[in-house]
């Protein structure tokens, strides 16, 4: 019996074997690019570097390195770009972005975007371009977009961009004042905060309340401690989460709008101490996108019917002892938006646990890389 | 399974150069694209082939010495991370026969297909069936009949996850060739 199953194998495996054929892509029939009318970007060349298509069995295994250089043809300089990626737009399994949040591109001048690709999909498959990527917006400066913005690219590239502007200026301001000895002092911290960081690991499950969990045992409810951060247009009220062990369910955060301007959206930090006293940033609590309209002066409320799981590694979950919430970002329903400021990030200890904006991971790397002239030079660019 | 063993030193060197027979250089590039170890061992090897080859003043018995001890660094590093790895296979008495080459060969294509990444580090499973998960070589979205993967730039580390409660993962790195941060979001719904 047992040397039957190893000749099965050893045929399925040769027929696999013979079936096994790799070749060049034709990326005029596997690759498609769409770029909505009067698009600020314009493309001027794409290549595709050693893309190949590769048949194993019945899965079809593509890897795409798509390099291209576009053009801003807008008089405006280009900040951001995001890009979307959609394999299979209409069914789950087959949707990314690419996005470069840390762009200074004046009008005329081209800049580089390479995309490693890899798709994995049954060879019989339905016809037609095999990955498509389409641009989903374009943010300028003077945070003016362009787009189909299908992503929330919008206020996904604002958030990075006002989160770029207070760190470029506070550094500015640091190499102004102090000199820059001190700059090198704030590279120095960056860098270290950057590595210091402390990982977490978490696996969310979506819409996880539903079957069983009538029979389950009974949750622990557990608060929320929130941190203040000054100036924040929300005030975060209450707020808890079912905790079990290393699982928190269905946090429910009550907050209100202390600003004279309607909000559209919040997100929500969300800090875990575990029952060692150190603290990881767990991921953030996003408002829903369609639910939340809170006018100046009234209460509103966060959901998430979500059970994340966190652990260190793969195989030691992380005992959650306590909770604390802070608000990390608020979109207007002007269009505006708010981050916390630097002062209010160094006053606490969120400096610390929060990844760095992508303007700072850029500078860091850059000041890394080539050194003090190189960043001073980038700092004094207009 | 087999891919859990690092390439030689010299086959990453020709594989840097594509000098590899088609099925080293396939295989090499497998594992490769998921370990950063190798990668970075990959871009050296590809920037010294880069370098000129003329170059005045150029010391080469330190350059040769720089290598060696790079050589040495990288096997330290290999041992380092060995305990969690699969013992690399030494071959003795009889050759093995061509099929179980092959077998070998084709169990190690078997397990790369059948599984996504090497080293997980977030993992976001949607009640769909839709799964995304962030490795060290990528960020990917998994569902019934395919899998997309966007893959973090080879030469990169200190690739930062973030795991969102609407079900999407993102991973944000920073490109060597443009020294421009790249932001990669998958998404399940």
Known sequence: MFMANKLLLLSVLCVSVICAQEGPLDPNSSIQFNLPPNSPVSMMSASYGDSRATVLGGARVLELQISLTLRNQDPKRIRAITVLISAQESAPGGRASYSVPTLDVRAGETFPLKIDVQLIRPVQSASGPLVQVSLDGVLFEGLQFFGPNKLNSRRTMTFWEMQNQRDRAYLKQVLSTKGAVALQQEMLASFNRQTERPGLDVQVNRGARAVGRAAARPEHLTSFAFLNVPSAPVELIDGWADISGNEARDARIHLDNRSRRAVKYVEVGWIVKDSAGREFLAGSLPSAESDMYLPPGQRGEMLQDTTLKFSQGRNKPVAIASMTGFVSQVEFADGGGWVPTREALGNSHLGKLLSPSPEEQRLTDLYKKKGLAALLQDLNRN | ?189
């Open chain 2, 1 to 189: 399974m087999t891919d859990l063993t690092h390439p030689a030193e010299t086959d990453l060197a020709l594989y840097a150069g594509g000098d590899l027979p088609w099925f080293r250089q396939w295989r090499t590039e497998r594992h490769v694209h998921r370990c950063s170890r190798c990668q970075q061992s990959a871009a050296e090897y590809s920037e010294l082939r880069a370098t000129p080859s003329v170059v005045s003043g150029l010391n080469w018995n330190r350059m040769a010495s720089e290598m060696k001890a790079n050589i040495r660094l990288g096997l330290a590093a290999g041992e380092c991370v060995g305990g969690r790895l699969a013992p690399r296979n030494v071959v003795s008495g009889s050759r093995l026969i061509l099929a179980g080459g092959l077998l070998s060969a084709l169990v190690a294509v078997g397990a790369w297909i059948s599984r996504p990444n090497l080293h997980p580090v977030a993992t976001s499973r949607i009640t769909s069936g839709t799964v995304l998960e962030a490795s060290e070589s990528g960020i990917q979205v998994r569902g019934m009949r395919q899998t997309l993967r966007i893959m973090t730039p080879a030469t990169t580390r200190n690739v930062v996850y973030t795991v969102g409660a609407q079900s999407e993962l993102q991973a944000r790195s920073l490109d060597p060739a443009t020294g421009n941060v790249a932001i990669v979001h998958v998404y399940g719904e």
